[in-house]
Nanobody
Framework: QVQLVESGGGSVQPGGSLRLSCAASGLDLDYYSVGWFRQAPGKEREGVSCIYNKHNDGRTYYADSVKGRFSISRDNAKKTVDLEMNSLKPEDTAVYYC?????????????????????WGQGTQVTVSS
């Protein structure tokens, strides 16, 4: 049974940083595209960033709203996919979810396709407020 677990959420002031981690049991993240999504109250879940499966070109994608502030990476030692979030803004406040898509799906250079993600974590809350 696949289980994805997000960690690292919390409350920070504007301009602060957080690092989210996505860990998996039941599958090896190296063989999957991994995406980070977020959902704010009253809004649809949106794709934030993704990373292609490790055994291809490892391409990444960032939504325009986070480009230059967020960075996605694989931690080979911990077997996680992390999302480093810097210069956080109040509009970044949301529940953040990680999800996996089969190799070759879900993460493209110019887009992230939510419908191609099959397994999802329970989410971690990120609150940016002064």
């Amino acid at each position: 049974q696949v289980q994805l677990v997000e960690s690292g959420g919390g409350s920070v002031q504007p301009g602060g940083s957080l690092r989210l981690s996505c860990a998996a049991s039941g599958l090896d993240l190296d063989y999957y595209s991994v995406g980070w999504f977020r959902q704010a109250p009253g809004k649809e879940r949106e794709g934030v960033s993704c990373i292609y499966n490790k055994h291809n070109d490892g391409r990444t994608y960032y939504a325009d709203s986070v480009k230059g502030r967020f960075s996605i990476s694989r931690d080979n030692a911990k077997k996680t996919v992390d999302l480093e979030m810097n210069s956080l803004k109040p509009e970044d406040t949301a529940v953040y979810y990680c999800a996996t898509a089969s190799a070759g799906y879900g993460c493209y250079g110019v887009s992230i396709l939510r419908d191609e993600y099959e397994d999802w974590g329970q989410g971690t809350q990120v609150t940016v407020s002064s």
